[in-house]
C-alpha cells in the first residue's frame, strides 16, 4: 500500500516557522517528482512548489518565493517543505503529491499525480 504522510503543520503566529514533512511508503520518492499544495476554506486547491528527484530542479508560486524552501532527503524517503515568514494567508490545509512527470507538469497539474497525502493543518494567526 502506498502512503504519504505529511505532518509538521500546527497553528502559528505571524512570521513564524514551520517544518513540513511528507513521509512516502510502498514507492521511492526518488522515481517521482514531488509537489507541495494547499487549499484554505472557500478556494481551490493551488501549488505551493515543486521539485524533480532527477536533477533537483524547484519551482515555486509566486506567493511563497523567498520564504519557503523545497526539499527532500530520499535516503529518508521524506520530502519537506520549510515555510517561514509565514503570513495569515497561508492558512489552508498542506497536502503533498507525487507524479511520475517532471516538477514543472506536477506544479500545474497538466497530470494527474500518482498519490496525494491526506493533508496537514497549517494555521497562522495575526
Known amino acids: 500500500e502506498v502512503q504519504l504522510v505529511e505532518s509538521g503543520g500546527g497553528l502559528v503566529q505571524a512570521g513564524g516557522s514551520l517544518l513540513l514533512s511528507c513521509a512516502a511508503s510502498?514507492?521511492?520518492?526518488?522515481?517521482?517528482?514531488i509537489g507541495w499544495f494547499r487549499q484554505a476554506p472557500g478556494k481551490e486547491r493551488e501549488a505551493v512548489s515543486c521539485?524533480?528527484?532527477?536533477?533537483?530542479?524547484?519551482v515555486y508560486a509566486e506567493f511563497v518565493k523567498g520564504r519557503f524552501t523545497i526539499s527532500a532527503d530520499y535516503a529518508r524517503n521524506t520530502a519537506y517543505l520549510q515555510m517561514n515568514s509565514l503570513k495569515p494567508e497561508d492558512t489552508a490545509v498542506y497536502y503533498c503529491a507525487v507524479a511520475r512527470s517532471d516538477e514543472v507538469v506536477l506544479f500545474n497539474l497538466w497530470a494527474t499525480p500518482n498519490y496525494w497525502g491526506q493533508g496537514t493543518q497549517v494555521t497562522v494567526s495575526s
Open positions: 521539485i524533480s528527484s532527477s536533477d533537483g530542479s524547484t
Open positions: 510502498g514507492i521511492m520518492l526518488d522515481d517521482y517528482a
